[in-house]
Every structure is written in C-alpha cells, then in structure tokens.
C-alpha cells in the first residue's frame, strides 16, 4: 500500500465522528427524568461540534413533555461533572421535534450531554454528537 498523499491526510482531518449518547440510541425519559451520556473524552476530539436529536412521543401519551438539552465538564473521566454558565444548548417543547445544533462548550478534557425531561409527558429522546 502506497504512503499516505498530503491531499489524503487533510481528508482524514476532516472527517466526521458521530457518537450516539446513549447506547441503545433512543431512551424513553418518563416526567422528571435526568438522561446523562456516558463521559465523551474530548482530548482528541474536533474543533468543531453539533449534536442532532429527536423528541417524540412514547407509551401512548399524547405529548411528549419538554426536554431540555446542556452540556457537562469535568477535569477526570470519572469526576464529578459540572454544568457551566449558560450550558444549555437546546429546548423542545411538548410537541415534540428535532433539530441538528452547533454547540461551544468550554474547553474540558471530558464531557457528558444531559436530556433533563419536563413534567408533562414521557420522551423518546434519540440524539448524537458529531464532531469534526
């Protein structure tokens, strides 16, 4: 195999990692649920970062309740995890929706998501990081 071409490096810097945040890609949030990732090692992570996500109904209700989507940092991949000023990223309302956003969290070794479900429903919540 021949040694990589610069044009072939660049395309490898540009590459797109998405990670689901959950592993069974969707989860079911009753009213007043808090749905954290598991820690995201963001040492070799992208410079640029959005996350897509979806909120729907589940269990036959007829809305899903609101969910809020922030950010999480913390020093050590096990460490307490801390949300910084103005960390929420997203909102959906009982309706429902989804949407892709462009997020700038601070600069953290580690970072978790939270999906923080409101009152009046359960969620099926299914959303990734992508970064590049």
Known sequence: MPPPQ???TEMAEHRIRSTFLWKQHALSGTAGATLDSDPIDMRDGGKTLSVSYSVGTSGGVAT???VNF?????PVYDGTYVSPTNGTFATVGD???SDIVAITPPVMPFMKLRAEVGTSGTAL???ALHTR
Do not use: Q
Request: with cysteine.
């Open 70 to 74: 922030s950010y999480l940092g913390s």
């Open 95 to 97: 309706a429902g929706g």
């Open 125 to 127: 919540i299914t959303a």
């Open 6 to 8: 610069p044009e072939d």
């Open 64 to 66: 899903c309740g609101s």
